[in-house]
């Protein structure tokens, strides 16, 4: 598993209007070629009548599916540029389908690649990409007189509090990035002076916001 990396949220769509031709941008979080292909089967299908269905798409880990298709449009003018600004910003597990309706103005290799590749930006802007970054929850678990001073402890600070647990004792669940978890055992010492006690639970990827 990937300690962290860049994909989009689950899906999101934009039209941009470009000497008259209609182009519309689709964007789908994938985690298989399968579901690239259907996710791309559907657009096409959506839009069976317009003039092209271009699309790309990155699958894998280390981005070991790669794809573009032209969909008609003259060779290396649509589906690469797409696929070259996924390749750019650094997403993962991402599929783009642009749509064209031609409205009656030609733009030339150089005015398409620049479409395609335009598109792809503003309806990846539109979905919105996030960190998905790799975190372990952490048990801290304390008397009651702690609470507060763990709280305002952790505002600040990269670790994340999920939730509060009131039993016998307060029981926090704080996530933490996977690899941190001595440096925030050591933390929660110094901070309580060793009256807290630290257990590691699930890991899992939290998702973090970032400009697309």
């Avoid at 990035?177 to 257990?199: S, Y």
């Amino acid at each position: 598993m990937l300690n962290n990396y860049l994909t989009v949220k689950s899906e999101g769509h934009e039209v941009v209007i470009i000497q008259k031709s209609r182009f519309i941008g689709y964007v789908k979080r994938v985690e298989s070629e399968q579901e690239a292909k259907e996710f791309v089967q559907e657009i096409k299908k959506k839009h069976s009548d317009a003039t092209h269905n271009c699309s790309a798409y990155m699958v894998g880990e280390h981005d070991e599916i790669q794809k573009a298709h032209d969909d008609g449009e003259p060779s290396g003018t649509a589906g690469v540029p797409m696929l070259e600004v996924l390749k750019k910003k650094g997403l993962k597990d991402t599929a783009v389908v642009v749509t064209r309706y031609f409205g009656g103005i030609k733009l030339g290799a150089g005015g398409l690649i620049r479409a395609y590749s335009s598109t792809t930006s503003e309806a990846l802007r539109t979905t919105g990409i996030v960190k998905r970054q790799l975190m372990r929850k952490m048990k801290v678990e304390a008397d009651y007189t702690l609470l507060g001073k763990v709280q305002n402890a952790l505002q600040g600070t990269s670790y994340l509090l999920n939730k509060i647990h009131y039993t016998d004792r307060v029981v926090l669940d704080i996530y933490v990035e996977e690899g941190k978890e001595p440096e925030f055992d050591q933390w929660i010492v110094n901070l309580t002076h060793g009256q807290a006690t630290v257990t590691q639970d699930e890991v899992t990827y939290m998702e973090i916001d970032v400009e697309a």
